[in-house]
């Protein structure tokens, strides 16, 4: 709970006003190409943006961001999503 004295708030953000990110990684062994990962992942949120259950929540494709990280047994390549407000986390269960 958070009780905020009436008057004393000064200044708010609102990071959801226009539109929400979904970004996440996605693991690959070592021996998988990322180009044709990152292929197979445009392809995957190129068929949600024509599914009309998550198109309308959809502002545009996906954006790889590229490698992020190498970890012991994978490489995790960044991606992200951008969603209308509040919808970010329904589009990127179904991505996943």
């Known amino acids: 709970v958070h009780v905020i004295p009436n008057g004393s708030i000064q200044r708010l953000s609102n990071l959801t006003k226009d539109f929400s990110f979904y970004v996440t990684s996605v693991s690959v062994a070592y021996r ?3 180009d044709r990962v990152a292929k197979v992942l445009v392809g995957v949120a190129e068929g949600m943006l024509e599914d009309p259950a998550f198109a ?3 502002l545009g494709p996906l954006e790889v961001l590229g490698v992020d990280r190498f970890s012991e047994s994978s490489v995790d390549i960044k991606v992200r999503l951008k ?3 509040i919808k970010q986390w329904v589009v990127g269960r ?3």
């Open 94 to 96: 179904e991505f996943l």
């Open 83 to 85: 969603t209308v407000p």
């Open 56 to 58: 309308p929540f959809m």
């Open 32 to 34: 998988e190409d990322t």
